[in-house]
């Protein structure tokens, strides 16, 4: 509802009452796809009490012509269900390579065709979220490669990262290995190249 307010004798402004009415946004009811035959037996069940078995015997009894009527009504009503189904989310990320981690699993759950859906979305949203923080990561040091080390940084310092700390151990005891290696080369190395020059290079 508009109203006119009048200032100074002169100005007329026009204010809209319903954009600071504080009025809950209405929620669109949920519509649940039913039968022909559950939508006789609410009809029936708003107009008096009646058991399951009376309800079933006044179906088989009921003419044919208002049976129709109800399976009409059941029609519309599945399309309206369809209609309000939410899309599948698109993915990039392989079905065959879910299906094959999933394998790993000892308890081998089993999931609905649109629940891989859900859990492939799930997968790529990760992915997004580690790679913007790892370029933010490399941005600062002026780098447009991505190394083994940024990603274990990035894990280290964000919280809601935490569960991947097995990796960043991973990579430490991998590290601390190579390291190991490399110098008990050095050592050998040196050990041969002492021994030659002993021996004149024999």
């Not at 979305?121 to 991505?146: C, H, M, P, S, Y």
Request: hydrophobic share 30%; net charge positive.
């Amino acid at each position: 509802m508009k109203k006119q307010i009048l200032q100074s004798g002169e100005k007329v402004i026009t204010i809209d009452d319903s954009i600071n009415s504080k009025q809950p946004t209405p929620i669109k009811p949920v519509v649940q796809q039913l039968s022909a035959y559950q939508l006789f037996m609410k009809d029936k069940k708003e107009d008096g009490k009646f058991s399951l078995q009376v309800l079933s015997q006044m179906w088989k009894e009921l003419p044919q012509d208002y049976k129709e009527q109800y399976q009409e009504k059941a029609r519309q009503l599945k399309e309206q269900v369809q209609q309000n189904k939410l899309a599948a989310p698109e993915t990039f990320f392989p079905l065959s390579r879910l299906k094959t981690i999933l394998k790993e699993d000892e308890q081998k759950p089993q999931f609905k065709p649109e629940a891989y859906q859900y859990m492939l979305k799930a997968i790529e949203e990760f992915g997004e979220l580690l790679l913007n923080k790892v370029k933010d990561q490399i941005k600062q040091d002026q780098r447009k490669t991505i190394k083994e080390d940024d990603l274990i940084t990035v894990i280290k310092e964000n919280q809601e990262l935490q569960f991947l700390s097995c990796l960043a151990i991973h990579h430490q005891k991998k590290k601390a290995s190579q390291t190991q290696n490399q110098q008990g080369k050095s050592k050998t190395s040196g050990a041969l190249d002492k021994f030659l020059e002993n021996n004149n290079g024999i």
